[in-house]
């Protein structure tokens, strides 16, 4: 019982945080007051000084982590909206997304033995780009640390959401196919939650290359690290 209304305080606690944040998003929107860093980073200073451990926190947290999985599958609902432009640029989306992924884990593990990181680290790096689960699933495979691949998905995902309609601007990229290929295939569910504040088109695309992506990495990433092994 005890147990449950920990749980409970800290899930609702962290509702509210979040749409405060949002509030907050409406009058400062800038790429470090998306909801996402700001109700994060609360969450953890918060931990930090009153002592909690996270296991506790997770009581609660856990219910989150529940309903992200019928989170991510209604995004099938503005694919199917959008299918016949998807359609329409298949051929664009499919090479967009085989070479985002391809890049993604490569210039990740280039970095990393420029660096000369341990091993471990190398393959907790090379699946940063795809969504947590698979992510996990490949670095598990390959012998990275998972607690490390865990945050390394979660800095791209933020990075993405954070600095991805930068970029757009900078590289003076307006298509919304374009967009979403870009911030779909580098930031995963969290970019792509980004990606639909753009238009849901790019948001579509975002979700595809999400998807398809997670398949590509998990082929590619054995493959890289043997090759650079």
């Not at 290929?181 to 999400?210: F, R």
């Amino acid at each position: 019982m005890i147990d449950f209304f920990i749980g409970f305080c800290f899930l609702s606690a962290t509702v509210i945080l979040y749409y405060l944040s949002k509030t907050f998003y409406r009058f400062i929107a800038t790429p470090f007051t998306l909801p996402i860093i700001v109700t994060s980073l609360l969450i953890v200073l918060f931990l930090i000084i009153t002592g909690i451990p996270y296991s506790a926190y997770m009581n609660g947290g856990q219910w989150i982590d529940h309903f992200l999985g019928p989170l991510v599958v209604s995004l099938a609902l503005p694919l199917y909206r959008q299918r016949h432009l998807i359609k329409k640029y298949s051929y664009i989306i499919f090479i967009g997304i085989w070479f985002g992924s391809f890049v993604g884990v490569l210039s990740g593990v280039l970095l990393s033995y420029t660096l000369d990181f341990d091993q471990s680290i190398i393959a907790a790096i090379a699946p940063k780009s795809v969504t947590t689960p698979v992510a996990l699933s490949v670095a598990d495979t390959v012998g990275g640390n998972l607690s490390l691949a865990a945050i390394f998905v979660m800095i791209a995902g933020i990075g993405g959401a954070m600095f991805g309609p930068l970029m757009w601007k900078v590289g003076r990229i307006r298509h919304p196919v374009a967009r979403g290929l870009g911030i779909g295939t580098a930031s995963h569910a969290i970019g792509t939650a980004k990606a639909l504040e753009d238009s849901e088109l790019t948001g579509a695309v975002s979700a595809l290359s999400m998807t398809i992506s997670a398949v590509i990495v998990s082929l590619i990433v054995p493959l890289i690290l043997l090759i650079f092994s």
